[in-house]
């Protein structure tokens, strides 16, 4: 089988730009934010008959992060199953629009387990212009979300870290990207020198510039930081190995971004499907597409994967 023609790019969360070329997909995904922009809270889900490992309850409409992943928002009844969550210690945030966030630590076991999410104090006017500003930018909104960052940060006057990388995401979108940089590096400043979210901007920014050098630096960095537990850096690092044609690392970075999504993050998958199906991995880039399709089958992109799929299956035949 020959090599597919790519002719368009795919990104997640905060890492848009250049992203790995996409078979037949020509518009790019952007993540959490945003990125990857379908955010979590939005994306379509495969409804199953497996017992969840986790329900939160929260008031509907609450926005519930477990280890830094974004399993996405309450429901009209005030609930949120999780699927996949190993046991053991797990943090938990949750943020509401006009309240306080709140943060929690609780304990998972094999049982279903139960997490009751209570916000008790309103926000601050900086954090309420920080909760809308991100409203904005997810729904792609970035001028207007530069102006709300700005405004509680100015607010802030102890600092507002989350602000200033959620601005510097603003920042890449609109290519301001020295200011972007600028502001992920007061971001880490004010993090006391260690931010692994603001050095993964960093390096999703010099990516994006086409700085590979530097971008793997912060990427790095990053996962220095964070134990080398963030699906983005892996992801970042991934999708620059493969700018540098370094299809094995970007591979094996894909590998670890999708064990380590705990399945919040789909289009992961795709990537990874794109990734082997170039290396002529045709039966691992099946599953990977496959698994894609379970976790996200009414997306955007389902029509294109289950074409390619139906090539692969005829190839590894």
Same mark, same amino acid.
């Given at each position: ?17 250049? =992203? ?15 990125s990857?922009?379908?955010?979590s ?31 996405g ?9 999780v699927?996949?969550?190993?046991? =053991? ?20 076991? !094999? ?71 600028q ?27 086409g ?40 591979i ?29 991995? !045709? ?31 005829r190839?590894?035949?």
């Amino acid at each position: 089988m020959r090599k597919r023609r790519n002719n368009g790019t795919i990104g997640i969360n905060g890492i848009g730009g250049k =992203g790995i070329p996409v078979p037949f997909i020509p518009f790019i995904f952007v993540c959490s934010v945003i990125s990857f922009l379908t955010v979590s809270a939005q994306r379509p889900r495969v409804v199953t008959d497996e017992k969840p490992a986790l329900i939160v309850k929260a008031p509907a409409g609450s926005i519930i992060w477990i280890d830094r992943l974004r399993y996405g928002a309450t429901n009209s009844e005030s609930t949120l199953a999780v699927r996949t969550l190993p046991a =053991g210690a797990h943090t938990l945030r949750a943020r509401l629009k006009g309240k306080r966030e709140v943060t929690l630590n609780f304990t998972s076991t !094999n049982a279903p387990h139960e997490v009751v999410v209570r916000f008790t104090t309103a926000a601050s006017p900086a954090e309420l212009r920080f909760q809308t500003a991100e409203e904005l930018r997810e729904t792609g909104k970035h001028r207007e979300a530069i102006a709300e960052y700005r405004r509680a940060i100015t607010l802030n006057k102890r600092g507002y870290a989350a602000a200033r990388i959620g601005l510097a995401r603003s920042l890449m979108a609109t290519e301001e990207y020295e200011d972007a940089v600028q502001q992920a590096r007061r971001a880490v400043t004010e993090s006391g020198g260690r931010n692994a979210e603001a050095y993964t901007v960093l390096g999703n920014t010099r990516r994006t510039q086409g700085l590979y050098d530097q971008a793997i630096v912060n990427y790095q960095t990053a996962l220095e930081q964070a134990r080398n537990s963030s699906p983005e850096a892996h992801t970042g690092l991934a999708l620059t190995y493969q700018d540098r044609n370094r299809p094995e690392d970007a591979i094996r970075h894909l590998q670890t971004a999708a064990a380590q999504s705990r399945d919040t993050e789909p289009i992961i998958y795709f990537l990874l499907g794109s990734a082997l199906e170039r290396e002529l991995r !045709n039966r691992e880039a099946l599953e990977a597409y496959e698994k894609f399709l379970t976790l996200s089958p009414e997306s955007r992109q389902a029509s294109a994967v289950r074409s390619i799929i139906r090539q692969l299956q005829r190839d590894v035949r």
